[in-house]
């Protein structure tokens, strides 16, 4: 293989967030924590196919004091239907499925009780959640983790453009942060940006562009350009800049440990700018800040060429893995073939001051 290039570029975009108080603007109605009773019952919404929200029904347990990630309550649930019938429980991209009770919104959904069957859940309140929105986007904070004896229902990772050798490198690498990337392909709506609305799935990813990588979840909260999502962390990296998409629901696959759902990372349509112990946030029709790549690769062995663009977060400890795993896929999509052989390695990196002169190297290996 020769004539291999790969290109660096950051652009940056400032977002500025002036948020003057939800209770002023929202026009949803809100259930404190201080009026939950056991006994209480509603409703939770999500999708399990497509982009079509259905609802399963939420009875109220009790309430856990100082359970939450941020020191906060939790309400313990029980969740029954023939939607959780058929799910065989909470499923993990599930989490941040909006939960009403006499037509206010309680919170997310967003932990489980082990050894449940997926019928016991904690919800995050909404007024928890709603502090994502007053937080500093320019200050970085400790992001605490939930109590041990909880578990964070989790997100899904799914990976779309990766060819079989892509994914098993992938699958290797991402294990450092123990994530596991699962495969799934795109739709004709993928095409087509969407709002937002409570109850719909949403990605947070971390590529974007001919290789599409991140993490579904359900939508808690939408007013304006700003919502809600997860009702827990992502990965508790408090002030981020993750790629927002939409997401469309294949299925929900069955699991002898927890069932999840199988969904795409569709079109891109906004920015998450907050990951903490509540849930994400984040703002629609915004862009955050990315590195962008380009990787060029052929095979002089058969000529076949191979072209990649991608774009990803700009994110000390993850980048170096999201690159690598993005350029071994654009060669094994090149390569027909396994086992040793040559390269002529040539990389650019471009200063994100683009006054600043790239760097190129050249090497064989």
């Not at 006499?102 to 928890?128: E, H």
């Not at 977060?313 to 052989?341: C, F, H, K, W």
Request: with cysteine; charged share 20%; proline share 5%.
């Amino acid at each position: 293989m020769s004539g291999f290039r790969i290109k660096y570029k950051v652009l940056a975009i400032s977002v500025c967030l002036v948020f003057a108080g939800w209770a002023a603007v929202s026009a949803e109605e809100f259930l404190p924590v201080s009026e939950v009773r056991e006994g209480m019952h509603g409703y939770a919404k999500t999708v399990v196919h497509g982009t079509q929200i259905e609802t399963f029904d939420v009875d109220v347990l009790g309430v856990m004091k100082q359970k939450g990630a941020t020191g906060g309550d939790l309400i313990l649930v029980k969740v029954s239907g023939d939607l959780i019938d058929k799910t065989e429980g909470i499923a993990q991209g599930m989490s941040g499925s909006p939960v009403y009770i006499n037509g206010k919104l309680l919170g997310a959904i967003a932990y489980g009780f082990p050894q449940s069957g997926g019928r016991i859940g904690m919800v995050t309140p909404i007024s928890d959640m709603l502090e994502l929105w007053l937080t500093d986007n320019k200050k970085s904070a400790y992001i605490p983790r939930p109590s041990s004896d909880l578990i964070p229902i989790d997100t899904p990772l799914m990976a779309s453009g990766y060819s079989a050798g892509g994914m098993e490198y992938l699958s290797d690498k991402m294990q450092d942060f123990h994530m596991i990337p699962f495969s799934a392909v795109s739709v004709d709506q993928d095409t087509v940006a969407r709002p937002l609305e409570a109850g719909g799935a949403v990605a947070a990813s971390l590529v974007t562009g001919d290789l599409k990588l991140g993490a579904i979840g359900t939508v808690t909260y939408v007013d304006g350009n700003q919502m809600l999502a997860f009702g827990h962390p992502f990965m508790s990296r408090g002030n981020t800049g993750y790629f927002m998409h939409n997401s469309y629901i294949f299925t929900v696959i069955p699991s002898k440990n927890i069932p999840f759902k199988l969904g795409s990372v569709g079109a891109e349509i906004g920015t998450v700018n907050q990951d903490r112990g509540a849930g994400i946030g984040g703002i629609s029709g915004t862009s955050p800040e990315f590195v962008a790549l380009h990787a060029f690769v052929k095979d002089k062995d058969t000529g076949v060429e191979k072209d990649l663009n991608v774009r990803m977060i700009q994110n000390e400890s993850l980048l170096p893995t999201l690159s690598a795993t993005s350029v071994y896929n654009a060669i094994s999509t090149a390569m027909d073939r396994r086992g040793q052989g040559t390269v002529k390695f040539t990389y650019t990196l471009h200063p994100k001051d683009m006054k600043q002169k790239p760097f190129t190297r050249t090497n064989m290996y």
